[in-house]
Nanobody, 128 residues
């Protein structure tokens, strides 16, 4: 079993910054692809950013490109999402996801159906 715990987030004014942390524990893998997703009120969950298990390749949705940065930590199976220049439309519950991938899969994964493990979610609210 794998557990993912998100932390960070909170309330910030538009234009501000937040950082989300994700720590995986349990039966983790050295080949975990990691991703961040969010769900705004009344909307479906969407992909925000993803990073390959090598930590080399990243993906960002069009709405956050240039403002958000996904990274992995020195400790294995930790991930961060740095969110700058936040907008009110960035408000939502942010989820960390992880999934074991084949060693030859070097690309990040934006498809949420390919992730086996999910955190409980962390609320981030951007006020105008």
């Amino acid at each position: 079993q794998v557990q993912l715990v998100e932390s960070g987030g909170g309330l910030v004014q538009a234009g501000g910054s937040l950082r989300l942390d994700c720590a995986a524990s349990g039966r983790t893998s050295s080949r975990f692809a990691l991703g961040w997703f969010r769900q705004a009120p009344g909307k479906k969950r969407e992909s925000v950013a993803a990073i390959s298990w090598t930590g080399v390749s990243t993906y960002y949705s069009d709405s956050v490109t240039g403002r958000f940065t996904i990274s992995t930590g020195i400790a294995e199976n930790t991930a961060y999402l740095r969110m700058n220049d936040l907008k009110t439309e960035d408000t939502g519950v942010y989820y960390c996801a992880a999934g074991d991938v084949a060693s030859d899969r070097s690309s990040p994964i934006a498809d949420q159906d390919q992730y086996a493990y999910w955190g409980q979610g962390s609320q981030s609210t951007v006020s105008s």
